[in-house]
């Protein structure tokens, strides 16, 4: 954990993203889709809304995808083991980045096949406490038929932008700078999940 966290800082310094394969054991991810999975069929996802506050709304032509979020007050122990992960993030973040980081707040997702998450930004006047992006993909299989790429947005200073598309292979975390790299999800042809959250420069 200590070179990987060492590994993350330092990316996220230099390129403001960084991309983790296997972050976690085939096990713990086994566990977690399984609890989410269990989620679902209690009916505890909704459709995820866009905004904040007075102004939030769903909206499916923009995003399609269901959501849960986890109550940091009633984790269970898979969502503990996790936070507790993000939590030595969050630390080194702060210790070689400067960032600031105070809290964390996060959601399970769920896109049904042909659903998707038109380009945006994580954090934006409406919400401007998401520094840091963390996703993590619980999928048991993902070849690129399965399309659902997680496409990001690089703006260079020709005013060109690359794009790289990185697909959601259960046990991969991908971490980036909330207000500085536009991404959408394509849309999935099967069945999506993951957990997405947001480390915020408050509590
Ligand atoms: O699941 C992903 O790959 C990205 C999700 C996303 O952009 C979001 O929830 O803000
Ligand atoms: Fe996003």
Redesign the pocket.
């Known amino acids: 954990m200590e070179n990987l966290l060492d590994h993350i800082s330092s990316e996220i310094y230099q390129k403001s993203y960084v991309i983790i394969d296997d972050f976690i054991d085939e096990e713990f991810r086994g566990e977690l889709l399984a609890e989410q999975i269990e989620l679902v069929r209690q009916g505890k996802f909704r459709h995820a809304a866009v905004g904040k506050g007075g102004q939030k709304q769903v909206r499916t032509e923009i995003r399609s995808d269901e959501v849960h979020w986890m109550d940091s007050d009633d984790l269970s122990p898979l969502q503990k083991t996790y936070w507790e992960k993000v939590e030595e993030i969050r630390k080194v973040l702060n210790q070689r980045c400067f960032l600031g980081l105070r809290s964390f707040e996060g959601h399970f997702a769920r896109y049904p096949v042909g659903s998707f ?1 038109k380009r ?1 930004l ?1 954090q934006f006047h409406a919400v401007p406490h998401r520094v840091v ?1 963390v996703i993590l993909y619980l999928n048991e299989s993902w070849s690129s038929d399965d399309e659902g790429a997680l496409r990001m947005y690089f703006p260079q200073e020709d005013g060109t932008e690359l794009i790289e598309d990185v697909l959601p292979i259960g046990g991969r975390l991908v971490v980036f700078l909330s207000g500085e790299i536009p ?1 959408e999800v394509l849309p999935t042809k099967k069945e999506r999940i993951s957990i997405t959250g947001w480390l915020k420069d408050i509590d």
Request: no cysteine; aromatic share 20%; charged share 20%.
């Open positions: 998450y945006h994580d992006t991404h």
